[in-house]
């Protein structure tokens, strides 16, 4: 069966300190993967998503970068952090063969704090 | 493009009462339609799916969602809530031509006893 793992589970990062976040899938071979973002109180924003090793699209303009050096493997990065970056982060993954539907399967997610 | 509207940003309910969490998408060309649960601290997880066929879908835990192409709604309902059911609900559509899932942003269900 597949799973999905994120780590770690939280961080407290100080302003201007790189981040990286690492999201690996197991039991599945190239998959879709994606990077969301949940702010407090708000719904979710897809932020990256990857349809294969080196392949980044990004959804919006911000401070973070996302790369895929392994088919299972997805790294969430910022150079520096800023307030605004503090969030649940949740990545997600769905077959890349072709299938009749998108569903999606999402990590336990990490909860970064930036102070 | 898709967009996804979920009216009421929480639900406060009474438990073993029935509630309706709404959901309306923009677009009535052929849509795949999604319900997931996030409880505290957690990940997303899928609580029932409309693919095609049958407009009424069930999960396993007592939820049902009915697919109403006309009114382009996918609303999601519990006859008798429980505790154990409070928790974020999210409603998400994919098209058939797209790698993305778009969300509305939640409805937070709060049961009290």
């Known amino acids: 069966s597949q799973t999905i793992h994120q780590w770690p589970a939280t961080l407290v990062q100080p302003v201007g300190s790189p981040l990286s976040l690492e999201c690996t899938v197991e039991g599945t071979s190239n998959p879709n993967l994606y990077w969301y973002r949940q702010a407090a109180g708000r719904g979710l924003q897809l932020l990256f998503y990857?349809?294969?090793?080196?392949?980044i699209s990004s959804e919006v303009p911000q401070n973070l970068s996302a790369s895929r050096p392994q088919d299972r493997q997805f790294i969430l990065s910022s150079k520096k952090l800023l307030l605004s970056d503090s969030g649940f982060y949740l990545c997600?993954?769905?077959?890349?063969?072709?299938?009749?539907?998108?569903?999606?399967?999402f990590g336990p997610g990490t909860r970064l704090t930036v102070l | 493009a898709q967009s996804v509207t979920q009216l009421d940003s929480q639900v406060p309910v009474f438990e073993e009462a029935p509630v309706e969490l709404r959901c309306n998408y923009s677009s009535s060309v052929s849509v795949y339609l999604f319900w997931y649960v996030q409880y505290p601290n957690q990940g997303l997880q899928l609580l029932l799916k409309?693919?095609?066929?049958?407009?009424l879908v069930e999960s396993i835990n007592g939820f049902e969602a009915e697919f109403n192409k006309s009114q382009t709604s996918f609303h999601l309902r519990k006859p008798s809530v429980h505790i154990s059911d409070t928790a974020e609900y999210f409603c998400a559509v994919s098209d058939r031509y797209t790698d993305k899932l778009i969300f509305g942003t939640g409805t937070r269900l709060q049961v009290f006893p």
């Open positions: 990857s349809v294969g090793i080196g392949q």
């Open positions: 409309y693919l095609s066929g049958s407009t």
């Open positions: 997600a993954w769905r077959s890349g063969t072709f299938s009749s539907y998108n569903e999606q399967f």
